[in-house]
C-alpha cells in the first residue's frame, strides 16, 4: 500500500518566481493538508483540501493556493517567490475531513535564491 | 503567544533511560493531541494519538493529556539509539482540520 508520495523532492528557485508542489495521498484517502516547515521549527498549517475545495486556510497570504484533482491528489502553488518562502513542504493525507489520523509524505524542499 | 510551545532541546540521553518530552498549550478548545516522531529530512511519523484527556499506553510509548493544566507529554521507557530523532507535539480542535505543532524536541540516545 503505497503511502503519500510527493514530487519533486527539491527544488531550487529564484525570488519571483512561481513554484508547483504535487502531493498523491495514500490509497483511500479523500482528504489533503499542505504543512510549511521551515528550518528547525515545527509544521505549520497552510491549507486543506476536500472534495476538490479548500476547506480551511492557515495564516499564508494568497500567494499560496492550491487544488485537489478528482483522483484526491492535489498540488501547492506558490506565486512572486520570498527568500522566506524557503522550507520544507509537507502533504498529509487523512481518510475524512476532520480525523486526527493524517499521515505525511516525505516533503519538498525549497530553496529560494 | 503561540498556540502550542515545546521546548526545543537538545535533549541526549543514555541507552535505556526514561524520556519526557512536554508541550503547553493555550486553547482549551484543543481536543485531539498527536505525537509525531520525524527523522532527519523525512515527513513526520504518527506515534501516538490521545482523545481528550487521560493516558495512553503503546509499547515502549505512553502519552498523557492533562487538560485542566493545558500540559501534555509523551514517555519513553527503554529508550534505544533509533529513538533519537525530532518528536513533535500536534493538537486540534474537534472540526479537526487544521493541528497546530509545536517546534519540535530534537532527542539523541547516546548508545
Known amino acids: 500500500d503505497a503511502g503519500v508520495t510527493q514530487s519533486p523532492t527539491h527544488l531550487i528557485k529564484t525570488r519571483g518566481q512561481q513554484v508547483t508542489l504535487r502531493c498523491s495521498p495514500k490509497?483511500?484517502?479523500?482528504?489533503v493538508s499542505w504543512y510549511q516547515q521551515a528550518l528547525g521549527q515545527g509544521p505549520q498549517f497552510i491549507f486543506q483540501?476536500?472534495?476538490?475545495?479548500?476547506?480551511q486556510r492557515g495564516n499564508f497570504p494568497d500567494r499560496f493556493s492550491g487544488h485537489q484533482f478528482p483522483n484526491y491528489s492535489s498540488e501547492l502553488n506558490v506565486n512572486a517567490l520570498l527568500l522566506g518562502d524557503s522550507a520544507l513542504y509537507l502533504c498529509?493525507?487523512?481518510?475524512?475531513?476532520?480525523?486526527?489520523?493524517?499521515?505525511f509524505g516525505p516533503g519538498t524542499r525549497l530553496t529560494v535564491t | 503567544q503561540k498556540e502550542v510551545e515545546q521546548d526545543p532541546g537538545p535533549l541526549s540521553v543514555p541507552e535505556g533511560a526514561i524520556v519526557s518530552l512536554n508541550c503547553t498549550y493555550s486553547?482549551?478548545?484543543?481536543?485531539?493531541f498527536m505525537w509525531y516522531r520525524q527523522y532527519s529530512r523525512k515527513g513526520p511519523e504518527l506515534l501516538m494519538y490521545?482523545?481528550?484527556?487521560g493516558n495512553k499506553e503503546d509499547g515502549r510509548f505512553t502519552a498523557q493529556v492533562d487538560k485542566s493544566s493545558k500540559y501534555i507529554s509523551l514517555f519513553i521507557r527503554d529508550s534505544q539509539p533509533s529513538d533519537s530523532a525530532t518528536y513533535l507535539c500536534?493538537?486540534?480542535?474537534?472540526?479537526?482540520?487544521?493541528?497546530?505543532f509545536g517546534t519540535g524536541t530534537s532527542l539523541t540516545v547516546i548508545p
Open positions: 483540501y476536500y472534495e476538490e475545495e479548500e476547506r
Open positions: 498529509a493525507s487523512s481518510l475524512r475531513q476532520g480525523t486526527y489520523e493524517q499521515y
Open positions: 490509497s483511500g484517502h479523500d482528504t
Open positions: 490521545t482523545y481528550s484527556s
Open positions: 500536534a493538537m486540534s480542535a474537534p472540526t479537526g482540520n487544521q493541528f497546530y
Open positions: 486553547n482549551s478548545a484543543f481536543q485531539y
